[in-house]
């Protein structure tokens, strides 16, 4: 059985195990994999409308549900089986008319989505099971072998909840989607702005969370942000006040306050839009505006994030469920990095409720701690980019020496341009003149260094590039091999002492270059650092690379309207091409998201006899309601099986059946605006290496120069499971397939299985990698947050 505080999925087990789940904010993709993979298990499962009242009400708000009838659900907001808050659960007697449904009804396991009030509700009616069983059988309502049978209740839980305010996970589903709503906003006023010298004050939901108030103000370069965890300190209004004259005096035409509904001021009174606006308005005499964008972040289409975070929910949800014991205490489905966790349930719930304490008592800088890792990574980049004051003294972190030398950072892109390149140069240039080094801009990547086009940054001259796509620095896929000696004669010339080459796999290629390079040019002796920013997401040492979920939302997004316009004519399939050069993960991650059929990849050989399956598979579809297929090639993924093929194939077996349609994605795919996603993984990626190069710098002045020339001087900066790591480069060459330009070991491949499983193909789900349940009070917060 499955579900939602506000609406709720139910899975009934043939074998007396039985499943049901809650469902609120843009939980679909949950819904549709824990349905399938129940159906997937031999469970019978059921919907359950309209959330607890739904459950406490019974009869046809508990229905059946079936493989077609999650079809097409993907791309829809909101939660298809309805949802509603209930007070009738709150009391006892609801409780018990609850448990009659679902004992009635066989349902002994229970799936709920929803906040941390959803939650505790489901963890009471566990508590209450045995209690209540006994009531219902005193009374009549059931008889002892029914109560026998449903003699415990099992709990699995994932959050749903837009705020991101649950503590033991990195991310509630939903929230990457308002995040999404709310860029969509910002990037439209901040163009209004601009033309009207405007100053802007924008309120986003968190009553008691500042997740969606902090990101945005990073992945638009607010000037301020309130946030309920971390009041301003006494006086703000002067600071306010004084930090929007300096950004209007560097030169910029407009300012950006972004607001969290629940923000208030150390004395516990609110501080709201209205009065930011007057207080703006009276001392500075801006013309000022404020905007409230409530409910619009609950809406919209989910991100592609959501839906494999929802789909990969669901699918460990059940089987946690599967796996559960009468022992087992209520768990909640989290994610750590880029792994699904179990944690108990009432932990996480304290944890949360730790953080509303810790607000009431004033202790502030603990309530950002139980926050989690990511949330005070998030606090700690935006003080450093936002409360940088000019007039400053050289900080203690920068290189200290009786004979002390200028730093001078150089910054360049390589590789094909993508999405948030823009945004990790605007925080490596800041971060670092904040450290009190020269920040220099290479332009056309290793070829300009060795061109000598080099300028110096200044802290205005990256105003407003977080926002924008593409690389304003120039980029080019040319190596550094043949330009040497130009390369190191310019280093030597401009005096840089480290360098942050942002780009692809011809990045991590240019690097290693350099590093062997070292031994015949001593100029090359400088801290290294390689960000990985590519569509492709195939850099070794990095789970992901930035760029990679812009791309794979605009793939999401043209495969939701190429699906679309099959409505009306059915019997149609889409054969669609996409980017990723050898690495086939933006085919497989598009497939989870957008529900395709098959997804075919380099790293998965398949030959014609897959193929001919596939096929097969789609002529069975076609015979059910749903009667349209998608299917995914990546562009390397077979030198002979080509796009020109595969749609010829499908169209000659298809006659008569359906008829096929094809479209190569191309260039697009890298264009177009950063996700929220991506922008705020390139901030906090660019700030972490400026601060990593800072230290290394520090180890490696000896005797008036820098001196670098060890392996751990030359690191790739990468996210791996579940966090930020430098690996050298030197290291990472045993782990790369360089005549496919790929990792030879790559964490997505594991997501493969479900990506069939969903598409219902009948395949073994390997389960030998075992989730087990982890503890988040002695951690007092989650180990590492990544979004």
Request: glycine content about 10%; aromatic content about 8%; overall charge positive.
């Amino acid at each position: 059985q499955f579900l939602t505080s506000q609406s709720h999925t139910l899975l009934h087990y043939t074998n007396t195990h039985h499943l049901i789940s809650l469902n609120p904010i843009r939980m679909n993709a949950a819904v549709r994999a824990t349905v399938r993979v129940g159906l997937y298990t031999g469970a019978k499962v059921f919907f359950i409308h309209e959330g607890y009242q739904g459950l406490v009400d019974g009869g046809d708000c508990i229905r059946p549900a079936t493989w077609e009838s999650v079809s097409m659900m993907l791309q829809l907001g909101g939660t298809v089986i309805g949802s509603a808050r209930c007070k009738d659960f709150q009391t006892r007697e609801g409780r018990m008319k609850a448990a009659y449904n679902l004992v009635k009804r066989g349902i002994t396991n229970l799936c709920v989505i929803g906040g941390d009030g959803s939650l505790t509700g489901a963890n009471q009616f566990r508590t209450e099971w045995s209690d209540l069983l006994v009531n219902l059988v005193s009374k009549g309502k059931i008889s002892a072998d029914e109560a026998k049978n449903a003699s415990h209740l099992n709990i699995v839980g994932m959050v749903g909840s837009i705020d991101n305010d649950f503590c033991g996970t990195d991310m509630t589903i939903g929230t990457d989607s308002a995040l999404h709503r709310i860029m969509e906003v910002v990037d439209s006023i901040t163009t209004t702005a601009q033309s009207h010298q405007r100053a802007f004050i924008l309120e986003v939901m968190g009553r008691h969370c500042g997740y969606l108030a902090l990101v945005t103000a990073l992945a638009c370069g607010a000037d301020w942000v309130f946030i309920p965890e971390m009041p301003p300190e006494d006086g703000w209004e002067e600071h306010l006040c004084r930090r929007l004259m300096e950004t209007r005096n560097r030169g910029s035409r407009l300012n950006v306050i972004i607001v969290a509904e629940g923000a208030m001021a150390r004395d516990g009174k609110p501080i709201t839009c209205d009065h930011i606006r007057e207080l703006v308005t009276k001392r500075l005499g801006y013309d000022t505006r404020s905007t409230i964008l409530g409910h619009v972040q609950r809406g919209g289409t989910p991100s592609a994030f959501d839906r494999i975070l929802g789909s990969r929910m669901g699918v460990e949800a059940v089987m946690a469920l599967m796996e559960a014991t009468p022992d087992t205490p209520a768990c909640v489905v989290s994610l750590s990095g880029n792994q699904a966790v179990r944690l108990p349930l009432m932990e996480c719930v304290q944890v949360t409720k730790d953080v509303t304490i810790a607000m009431k008592e004033g202790r502030f800088e603990d309530a950002v701690k139980l926050r989690g890792k990511s949330f005070e990574n998030n606090w700690n980049t935006y003080k450093l980019l936002a409360h940088f004051t000019h007039s400053y003294t050289k900080p203690q972190s920068a290189p200290q020496s009786p004979g002390f030398i200028n730093i001078n950072v150089a910054v360049l892109n390589v590789g094909a341009p993508c999405a948030g390149m823009n945004a990790a140069v605007r925080a490596a240039v800041r971060i670092g003149i904040t450290q009190g080094h020269n920040m220099l801009a290479v332009h056309d990547g290793f070829e300009g260094l060795a061109q000598g086009k080099v300028k110096q940054f200044t802290w205005t001259s990256v105003g407003g590039w977080t926002g924008k796509g593409g690389s304003n620095l120039g980029t080019k896929r040319v190596l550094p091999a043949k330009y040497m000696e130009e390369i190191s004669l310019n280093i030597a010339k401009y005096n840089i002492h480290g360098l942050i080459v942002i780009g692809g796999f011809e990045a991590f290629s240019g690097g290693l270059d350099l590093v062997h390079a070292r031994e015949k040019y001593e100029e090359l002796c400088i801290p290294i650092v390689v960000i990985p920013a590519t569509v492709s997401n195939n850099v070794p040492g990095s789970d992901f690379s930035i760029g990679a979920d812009t791309a794979l939302n605009t793939i999401t997004m043209t495969c939701d309207r190429i699906k679309q316009s099959a409505a009306g004519t059915k019997r149609r399939v889409f054969i669609i091409e996409t980017m990723g050069g050898y690495c086939g993960y933006l085919a497989t991650m598009s497939g989870l998201a957008a529900g395709a059929d098959a997804a075919y990849i380099f790293e998965e050989k398949f030959g014609i006899r897959d193929l001919e399956t596939n096929v097969e598979h789609i002529v069975q579809k076609m015979k059910t309601t749903v009667k349209r297929g998608l299917i995914l090639r990546n562009e390397n993924s077979n030198a002979n099986y080509t796009t020109d093929f595969i749609f010829n194939l499908y169209s000659e077996e298809g006659k008569g059946v359906f008829d096929c349609r094809k479209n190569v994605l191309g260039h697009m795919q890298q264009g177009g605006t950063p996700t929220p996603f991506d922008r705020n993984f390139a901030t906090k990626m660019g700030a972490k290496s400026v601060l990593w190069l800072t230290e290394k710098l520090k180890e490696c002045y000896r005797h008036g120069r820098i001196f670098a020339n060890t392996p751990d001087s030359a690191c790739v900066l990468g996210m791996r499971k579940r966090g930020l790591v430098f690996q050298p480069l030197d290291e990472l060459k045993e782990e790369t397939d360089f005549d496919h330009r790929i990792p030879k070991t790559q964490w997505w491949l594991k997501l493969r299985p479900i990506l069939k499983i969903l598409a219902k193909y009948k395949i073994n789900l390997d389960t030998s990698e075992a989730v087990l349940m982890e503890h988040i009070i002695s951690k007092r917060a989650p180990v590492t947050l990544v979004k």
